[in-house]
């Protein structure tokens, strides 16, 4: 009988027999996974370092300044004031100057946070005195904050996943490991927005990654309490929730008893909801109170120049004008829902591992290009799982780095970062292209090599035009208009492959179960 072939379109492909002699990834990993972590976190950990020493979100900027000193201010109110009260808005807590506007987990993190630098320098967190504090002490110490978070969240949830991802892997395929965990850890748009701009996603995004792990090692339950975790510490976490939900159904839905496998996922979500939320469980209004801080529909359905779909075509269509809030919010809620279906029907359908991270990168991208409230630093979260598929999707992560990248170019100007920008984009094209990476056949096809070369050529002479040449007059912001409409068109072609990538693996998948059954 003749053999079938596959109908799956395999794009990458490992190198045959890595060299150690001239291939830098199998010497590292010839040492084992461990010491290959070991040696890349110790790399990227200076490299943080050397960001962290450049300005940040709002420096010298008053009377708001920026996210610095959102995260400074966090924590002054939660080591000063009692928990109930963190998310009130009274006279002692305006919620018009930073109000906590992220979940409970948030808010003990900076109560954590607010306990070192009250012990240090107890001027950074005084109640009131303490706005726009920017001391030495104080920088420093908030910048620790950060880079501690990195080490015991984020590094350990990438040493868990490679662990697991792995685990099952043949030894050709595990040559790969350390440039793998070298894009995982050394992503530039996560250091720069961390690190140089100033926020804690390595938190909510570590948790995510734990969770992904925990379900490639088969355990669903505390994946299930990692993702949680995600959530409860940003709102945004939400962007994988379809992925997750249709996951972990679709595998309940096979057990021999779907009843009692999705009652024990619905307790452990029930009681980690309920341990984090606990301070405010005592009464309806005072979760409402957290509830109503999480969702800033008042800020409108876009900020800035936000690379997604309704900012992008705003341009010809003034969404703001023509719809009240209350319509803006269907019509974001009705796109979002329809564009993440498919890919959370097909999790349900045909639950894999593999097309998991798939779902997660589709849906992930239905919440940034759809949803209420978008903003560019949320191109981190479709950047994850497209990180975690890395050595499947080589171009496609390059690609979307790219482009991340130019998407938050504008507001990493606006911080003064240009100096590491550049710096971290040169290192990313040095280590991705190092001997021994995962090769793709888009980058070697003529035709799409000349076509590469003319969209980065493009994007060069936007970076240069927005750094050297004063806009006209009557559009002020013709520049980032346009950053915004090329960083749209590929984050949506990127989007389209995803998803159509995600049902051939469906179809895939099938044959081989057939497969295995007979």
Not at 393 to 406: G, K, S
Request: charged share 15%; with cysteine; proline share 6%.
């Amino acid at each position: 009988m003749k053999k079938k072939k596959s109908n799956q379109p395999t794009k990458s492909k490992p190198e045959p027999d890595p060299d150690p002699d001239s291939d830098v990834w199998a010497f590292v990993i010839g040492r084992g996974t461990k010491s290959a972590f070991l040696c890349i976190s110790l790399f990227a950990l200076v490299v943080r370092l050397a960001v962290a020493i450049h300005p940040y979100s709002g420096a010298a900027t008053p009377p708001k300044f920026g996210d610095y000193e959102a995260q400074r201010h966090w924590m002054e109110i939660t080591i000063n004031l009692p928990v109930k009260e963190w998310y009130r808005n009274s006279s002692t807590n305006d919620l018009s100057y930073w109000g906590l506007d992220y979940p409970p987990l948030t808010a003990y993190q900076s109560y954590l946070h607010g306990l070192l630098l009250k012990f240090f320098d107890p001027l950074s967190v005084s109640l009131f005195t303490s706005r726009g504090y920017e001391s030495y002490i104080g920088k420093l110490l908030m910048r620790w904050t950060v880079l501690s978070s990195d080490l015991l969240i984020f590094f350990p949830a990438v040493l868990y996943f490679v662990t697991a991802y792995y685990s099952k892997k043949s030894t050709v395929e595990k040559s790969c490991t350390a440039w793998h965990i070298a894009m995982i850890l050394l992503n530039p748009c996560l250091i720069l927005i961390d690190h140089g701009h100033f926020q804690y996603n390595c938190i909510s995004l570590g948790l995510t990654i734990a969770a992904v792990a925990a379900i490639f090692s088969d355990r669903d339950l505390v994946g299930s309490v990692f993702f949680c975790l995600a959530l409860n510490h940003k709102q945004m976490s939400a962007y994988y929730a379809p992925a997750f939900f249709g996951y972990l159904l679709g595998k309940c839905l096979r057990h021999p008893n779907p009843a009692f496998e999705i009652s024990k996922l619905g307790l452990v979500v029930l009681g980690t909801f309920a341990i984090v939320w606990l301070p405010y469980l005592y009464s309806a209004d005072a979760s409402l109170e957290v509830l109503s801080r999480l969702a800033p529909f008042e800020r409108g359905i876009y900020e800035d120049y936000v690379a997604n779909f309704w900012c992008t075509t705003s341009v010809l269509v003034k969404w703001k004008r023509l719809f009240t809030t209350q319509l803006l919010k269907l019509l974001s809620l009705a796109a979002t829902i329809s564009t993440f279906l498919p890919s959370m029907i097909q999790l349900i359908l045909l639950p894999t591992k593999r097309s998991f991270l798939y779902g997660m990168l589709n849906c992930s991208f239905s919440f940034y290009l759809f949803s209420f409230q978008v903003h560019e630093k949320s191109i981190l979260l479709p950047l994850l799982p497209a990180s975690l598929l890395a050595v499947e999707e080589p171009f496609i992560f390059r690609w979307l780095i790219y482009y991340a990248l130019l998407s938050m170019f504008p507001l990493l100007r606006r911080d003064d970062l240009i100096l590491p920008y550049i710096a971290l984009y040169g290192l990313f094209v040095l280590l991705y292209y190092a001997p021994g990476r995962r090769t793709d056949t888009r980058e070697t096809n003529f035709f799409g090599f000349i076509l590469q070369s003319l969209l980065l050529t493009s994007s060069l002479i936007l970076h240069i035009i927005y750094m050297t040449v004063t806009p006209p007059e009557k559009y002020p912001f013709l520049f980032e208009a346009m950053i915004m409409l090329f960083s749209f068109s590929q984050f949506l072609l990127i989007s389209i492959y995803s998803n159509s990538k995600q049902w051939a693996l469906s179809k895939h998948d099938q044959v081989d179960i057939k497969k295995k059954s007979l």
